[in-house]
């Protein structure tokens, strides 16, 4: 294990619509840039081939904003992470194909990183007043893409103990904002609305799914019947009642990924709890389990909104932790649009 010198590690994200470079040391953040990509947003959703040519684009000035704002040059750099899956491929190969040219350019290693174990070991960059969890510990991963609840025992021992069987909690968030009307991303406004609402205004059906399992396909079109009635009763249902039924529809979802999450606390007996992933920056699912501090006696871990999202910083503090162990990558990896957080 190297230990007792400044390690830098550039670590690039482009799993998706966000080109992403971070530079940190030793664990800690010198810079993490992120470019956002607008263009999607008049599709309603993320278009790949889109996304693949604005990371062609954003790419190079990204990465060096990153090695300028971290104050380095690229010389100091003593590795190079990269996000290798899951995402979409486009997205995936930009990144893969970019990181592997400046690793033999600059003769320094090579590391691939599992996107979802980016989302978790987030908790574990050097920052200010953000405390680290300690092994083992549960993480509900909750992004557009995944829903997870994931037992962690070591930086790299993950285990699954509970997903969705269909769609994810972000997707049932947006999709749920389409049908009302909103635009896209629509999860972040069912949020800001529901904060003027009263959550128990409207009841939606709850799915019964076996063990620590989640669905959320019944929910979005239990919620589609639910609005076409009442809008074919009354042509202005959402707009008179936009707050009220945004509040309840994201307090039935959160009792869903609650519901399940208490579950796997008293099956493991774990209390120490995290969340990560872009859906962990919903304000009621963050005040909830606040909450479970002192209802439950949980420990509670909460990332800072910049590390919620899409962002290379996570990329690079996996990419740390794996050149302390000496585990690096070969230069015949390949990106892979599907991949558990549990596969290296």
């Not at 990153?66 to 190079?80: C, S």
């Not at 953000?130 to 025992?153: A, N, R, W």
Request: proline share 4%; with cysteine; glycine share 8%.
């Amino acid at each position: 294990m190297v230990k007792n010198r400044s390690i830098y590690i550039l670590g690039i994200e482009s799993s998706c619509d966000d080109t992403s470079a971070a530079v940190l040391c030793n664990g800690k953040i010198l810079s993490n840039v992120v470019a956002n990509q607008e263009i999607h947003a008049k599709y309603g959703g993320v278009v790949p081939e889109l996304a693949s040519r604005a990371h062609q684009q954003n790419i190079v000035p990204v990465i060096q904003q990153a090695i300028e704002q971290a104050n380095i040059d690229k010389k100091d750099l003593n590795a190079i992470a990269f996000t290798r899956g899951p995402g979409l491929m486009g997205s995936l190969l930009v990144g893969t194909s970019f990181a592997k040219s400046l690793s033999l350019a600059l003769n320094i290693p090579l590391i691939d990183v599992n996107h979802m174990q980016g989302h978790v070991l987030a908790h574990f960059i050097d920052e200010e007043g953000q405390e680290k969890p300690p092994f083992p510990f549960m993480c509900l991963t909750i992004s557009g893409g995944h829903t997870q609840i994931v037992k962690i025992t070591d930086y790299f021992s993950m285990e699954v103990i509970g997903e969705t069987i269909d769609d994810a909690v972000g997707e049932a968030f947006d999709k749920s904002a389409k049908i009302l009307g909103l635009p896209y991303p629509g999860g972040p406004l069912i949020d800001k609305y529901a904060k003027l609402g009263n959550p128990k205004a409207y009841k939606f059906t709850k799915p019964r799914v076996k063990d620590l399992n989640y669905s959320f396909s019944g929910l979005k079109t239990g919620i589609l019947y639910f609005i076409q009635k009442q809008v074919k009763e009354n042509p202005n249902f959402i707009e008179e009642n936009l707050n009220d039924i945004c509040a309840s529809i994201q307090q039935t979802i959160t009792e869903i990924l609650f519901d399940k999450l208490k579950k796997a606390s008293l099956e493991t007996g774990i209390k120490h709890v995290a969340i990560a992933g872009g859906v962990s920056a919903n304000s009621q699912i963050r005040n909830t389990l606040k909450s479970f501090e002192n209802t439950l006696g949980w420990t509670t871990y909460i990332p800072k909104f910049q590390f919620t999202t899409d962002n290379a910083a996570m990329i690079a503090i996996v990419g740390y932790y794996k050149y302390l162990e000496g585990i690096f990558a070969e230069e015949n990896v390949v990106a892979t649009a599907r991949l558990k957080v549990n596969e290296q």
